[in-house]
């Protein structure tokens, strides 16, 4: 009943049942990257904990800025990968294991009131974690129009000018 007389208003005042003016097609979002509800929560959590850890580094190592940086970006990344995979990637992992000690220590010690200290953990544990993912991030960001020809020369599979 509800739906009905929902998709037949056409937008423009009249709510009269001309079905010519609505067409299924224009209500369907788009979806390019095929991502999940979650994994598109999972990608605004990461945002806000990137931004939140750069303010809160930018306001004199905020602790504050910095706790709730690094909570929404472990929860970002668990909705971003999923659960299972999360653990299998970052904890059972024999080669990321001590980067995500680093991470989690630092993390501790930016609650307890050390902030610089907590920071420097955290990136050393973002380092080790992350490491092989950047090339892959240089390649994306090097496929954007307006900022790909300044990551186009950190990208090593695009051509080099000659010297």
């Given amino acids: 009943m509800f739906s009905s007389s929902f998709r037949s208003y056409s937008g423009n005042g009249n709510n009269n049942n001309n079905r010519s003016s609505y067409n299924s097609d224009t209500t369907t ?20 904990g990137v931004l939140a850890n750069l303010l809160g580094v930018l306001l004199f190592f905020d602790r504050g800025f910095i ?8 929860f970002g990344i668990v909705l971003l990968i999923g659960i299972r995979p999360s653990i299998n990637s970052f904890i059972l992992s024999k080669n990321r294991l001590k980067g ?3 991470f989690f220590i630092g993390f501790l ?3 307890y009131g050390h902030a610089i200290i907590g920071t420097l953990f955290e990136l050393y544990g973002y380092y ?3 490491f092989n993912f950047i090339p892959t991030i240089i390649s994306y960001l090097s496929n954007i129009p307006v900022i790909g020809s300044v990551f186009a020369m950190f990208n090593s599979n695009s051509q080099r000018l000659p010297e």
């Fill in 100 to 102: 995500t000690i680093c």
């Fill in 128 to 130: 080790v974690l992350f």
């Fill in 109 to 111: 010690i930016v609650i």
């Fill in 29 to 48: 979002s788009i979806n390019p990257f095929n991502l999940s509800d979650f994994q598109k929560i999972g990608i605004g959590l990461v945002l806000i």
């Fill in 67 to 74: 706790a709730i940086g690094n909570i929404s970006f472990v």
